[in-house]
Antibody, heavy 118, light 109 residues
Framework: QVQFVQSGAEVKKPGASVKLSCKASGYTFTSYPMHWVRQAPGQRLEWMGWINTANGKTAYSQKFQGRITVTRDTSASTVYMELRNQKSEDTAVYYC???????????WGQGTLVTVSS | EIVLTQSPATLSLSPGERAALSCRANQSFSYNYLAWYQHKPGQAPRLLIYGASTRATGIPDRFSGGGSGTDYTLTISRLEPEDFAVYYCQQYAASLPYTFGQGTKLEIK
C-alpha cells in the first residue's frame, strides 16, 4: 500500500535551517508529483511547494520563495524539503503529500513537528 | 490568490444526524477543482472528495460533495462516531498557490 514515512521531530533556533525527508513506498515514485504542506498551531493548512519527481522541476509559494528548496532522490524514493532562516512563525507540523492528479492530494505523510525557539 | 472561507467554524451534531459543511471562495475557479479532506489529531489528512463531487477511493457513500463557481458543500448524510474530525476544503485551480479553508470542526453534541 502507498505509504510515506517522514523524518522525526526537530527543534531549531531562529535563523537555522531544517531539512525534512519523506520516504515513499508502495508505488512507482516517479509517477506522481510530491508536495509539502504545513500547519502552524491554530492555523489552516498551507501549501509550500512541489516537485515533479520524474524530472526534478519545482515550484514554490511566493511566501517561501528564497527560503525553501525541495529535492528528491529517486534511488531512495525520497523527497526532501529544506527551509532556511527559520523564524518562530515557522513552528508547525510539516506534511508531504502525493498529488494524484490536477492538484489534489490522495496520500499524506504522518507529519513532522518542527519547533523554532530560542 | 484564491481565499476559501469555511462555515460554520464548529458544528455540533449527534451520531445519525446530517452534516452540511460550506466552503466559499472569493472568486470563481475552473473545472470545480475543489477537494475535501478529513483530519484527525495526530493523523495524516484523508482525501474524501475531489473535483467537487467525486468520492475518493474507499470513501463511504454517506459523504457527498457538491457545488460550483464559488460555493461548495460537503454533506455527511448520517454521522458515524468516526466522522467527528476537522474538515478542510482545498482549491487546486490553474494558478498556484493551492489554498485551503480554515477548517470546520465537527464535534459530538
Amino acid at each position: 500500500q502507498v505509504q510515506f514515512v517522514q523524518s522525526g521531530a526537530e527543534v531549531k533556533k531562529p535563523g537555522a535551517s531544517v531539512k525534512l525527508s519523506c520516504k515513499a513506498s508502495g508505488y512507482t515514485f516517479t509517477s506522481y508529483p510530491m508536495h509539502w504542506v504545513r500547519q502552524a498551531p491554530g492555523q489552516r493548512l498551507e501549501w509550500m511547494g512541489w516537485i515533479n519527481t520524474a524530472n526534478g522541476k519545482t515550484a514554490y509559494s511566493q511566501k517561501f520563495q528564497g527560503r525553501i528548496t525541495v529535492t528528491r532522490d529517486t534511488s531512495a524514493s525520497t523527497v526532501y524539503m529544506e527551509l532556511r532562516n527559520q523564524k518562530s512563525e515557522d513552528t508547525a507540523v510539516y506534511y508531504c503529500a502525493r498529488e494524484k492528479g490536477w492538484g489534489y492530494f490522495d496520500h499524506w505523510g504522518q507529519g513532522t513537528l518542527v519547533t523554532v525557539s530560542s | 490568490e484564491i481565499v476559501l472561507t469555511q462555515s460554520p467554524a464548529t458544528l455540533s451534531l449527534s451520531p445519525g444526524e446530517r452534516a452540511a459543511l460550506s466552503c466559499r471562495a472569493n472568486q470563481s475557479f475552473s473545472y470545480n477543482y475543489l477537494a475535501w479532506y478529513q483530519h484527525k489529531p495526530g493523523q495524516a489528512p484523508r482525501l474524501l472528495i475531489y473535483g467537487a463531487s467525486t468520492r475518493a477511493t474507499g470513501i463511504p457513500d454517506r459523504f457527498s460533495g457538491g457545488g460550483s463557481g464559488t460555493d461548495y458543500t460537503l454533506t455527511i448524510s448520517r454521522l458515524e462516531p468516526e466522522d467527528f474530525a476537522v474538515y478542510y476544503c482545498q482549491q487546486y485551480a490553474a494558478s498556484l498557490p493551492y489554498t485551503f479553508g480554515q477548517g470546520t470542526k465537527l464535534e459530538i453534541k
